[in-house]
């Protein structure tokens, strides 16, 4: 069953499921760069004790998800982070576009040159959305675009992923980021979804992609 996110304001180094905020990635790990050099900014910090406790998952304990996306305040990069179930689109993401790593909780960090505001999850109602087990055909009731967690997602483009070997994580509406970052998916109605591979290790944990209508 998905749930809904609500979003309020916390400290933006709280140690807390959210949205921005500051890093907690150890600084043995390098500061994550797009292939084009630009340094992504961190868009989710998740710890793994709420992930396993929400989502029945079995990652290691005591540990951050962070999840990084390619952002630029003036530059167009929409199609950078993207993913319709194109193999391109696929292997543009997968080259580092965004990135998902998992690690132990350490000194607070930030390098890119942004920071979002951060926005700490409460999970509100649970939302009955009618997929098919493919997770591609909707029944008659209204389309869902919010931020959501666990479940299946609510796909802007329904095609076929092919991602067997990821579990669905959540999904997060642009629309919900602090006013100054609605855009950090680029267009403000765009959703990003984070998908965690069943077999993560620190530098492939999951997959972060964006759609829009």
């Known amino acids: 069953m998905s749930v809904e996110i609500i979003f309020k304001d916390v400290e933006n180094e ?12 150890p600084k043995n790990i390098d500061w994550p760069l797009n292939p084009n050099g630009d340094k992504l900014t ?25 999840v990084f996306t390619t952002y630029k305040r ?15 689109e696929f292997e543009n993401i997968k080259q580092g576009f965004t990135r998902v790593l998992l690690h132990k909780a ?16 409460i999970l509100g109602d649970e939302l009955n959305l009618d997929l098919d087990e493919e997770g591609e055909d909707f029944d ?34 642009g629309g919900d980021s602090p006013k100054e970052f609605q855009n950090i998916f680029s267009l403000s109605d765009s959703i990003g979804y984070l998908f965690i591979k069943r077999n993560c290790s620190e530098n492939d944990a999951g997959l972060f992609f964006t759609q829009c209508t």
């Open 14 to 25: 709280s140690l807390v499921p959210r949205l921005g905020g500051y890093s907690f990635l």
């Open 42 to 66: 961190l868009i989710l910090c998740l710890p793994t004790n709420f992930l396993n406790k929400v989502l029945n998952l079995n990652l290691p304990k005591e540990h951050i998800l962070s």
């Open 74 to 88: 003036d530059d167009y990069f929409l199609d950078l982070i993207t993913f319709h179930g194109d193999k391109e």
């Open 106 to 121: 350490s000194d607070l960090r930030n390098e890119s040159n942004f920071l979002i505001p951060a926005q700490e999850f």
């Open 140 to 173: 008659d009731i209204e389309f869902y675009c919010g931020s959501l967690i666990g479940g299946k997602p609510s796909l802007l483009q329904l095609e076929s992923l092919g991602l067997n070997d990821y579990h669905f994580c959540l999904q997060i509406y």
